[in-house]
């Protein structure tokens, strides 16, 4: 089993339509990054999360610390939101692998 | 130029040669990093260096050796490298500090094909 876990892999939504991703994780963590990913492999921070809730625009992100699981709204969406999603745990361990990322959510947004 | 370059944006090579991958940040940045995203797996943390200094090293082959002259610039020497090495390979900054506890700025990546 994974330690970060997303779901859905695939969506593909109207534009328009409220989207919801989610992350689940099964170490401790100190911190959760949401990134987006579009085609072509350039990445872009969304949000970093270590409790509660984050507002950019038509995003927005919650965490769950207890329950390990934090998810990735978009309101509105847009094709323009098509990318992949993907979730980043910073763990507690002191190892090299303390950053741990999800497979990534594939997110189409169509017209 | 603003933000996180990375040069060549595409590389084919062959498993003798040697070729090396550059990225630069104009951001001001105290941190950067290596990052390797094959085809279908999650993305991989390789090299950190933090203030000019490597802390951590995810146990990488030794054909893939970093080196970071200054804040700004990062390179990623390759040699003898192996086909399940072909992958896209991102450079990225932060301001600096633990891993993780800061924002990342992402380059736009060297996808590289072994042959």
């Known amino acids: 089993k994974n330690e970060v876990e997303q779901s859905p892999q695939n969506l593909t939504a109207q534009e328009g339509e409220f989207i919801t991703i989610n992350c689940s994780y099964s170490?401790?963590?100190?911190?959760l990054h949401w990134l987006q990913q579009h085609p072509g492999g350039g990445i872009v921070s969304l949000f970093m999360?270590?409790?509660g809730k984050k507002k950019h625009g038509r995003l927005i992100a919650t965490i769950n610390i207890q329950e390990k699981h934090s998810s990735l709204h978009i309101t509105a969406s847009h094709p323009r939101d098509s990318a992949v999603y993907i979730c980043?745990?910073?763990?507690?361990?002191?190892?090299?692998?303390?950053?741990?990322f999800g497979p990534g959510t594939s997110l189409s947004v169509i017209p | 130029e603003t933000g996180v370059t990375q040069t060549p944006r595409h590389l084919v090579m062959g498993m003798t040669n040697k070729k090396s991958l550059k990225c630069e940040q104009h951001?001001?940045?105290?941190?950067m990093y290596w990052y390797k995203q094959s085809a279908k797996k999650p993305l991989e943390l390789m090299f950190v260096?933090?203030?000019?200094?490597?802390?951590e090293n995810n146990s990488v082959p030794s054909r893939f050796s970093p080196e970071c002259p200054n804040s700004s610039h990062l390179f990623l020497h390759l040699h003898t490298l192996q086909p399940e090495d072909s992958a896209l390979y991102l450079c990225?900054?932060?301001?600096?500090?633990?891993?993780?506890?800061?924002?990342?700025?992402f380059g736009p990546g060297t996808r590289l094909t072994v042959l």
């Open positions: 990225a900054s932060s301001q600096g500090g633990a891993v993780g506890t800061d924002t990342q700025y």
């Open positions: 170490v401790g963590i100190s911190a």
């Open positions: 999360l270590s409790s």
């Open positions: 980043a745990v910073v763990s507690l361990k002191t190892s090299y692998d303390k950053v741990i």
């Open positions: 951001l001001g940045h105290n941190a």
């Open positions: 260096y933090n203030f000019k200094e490597q802390t």
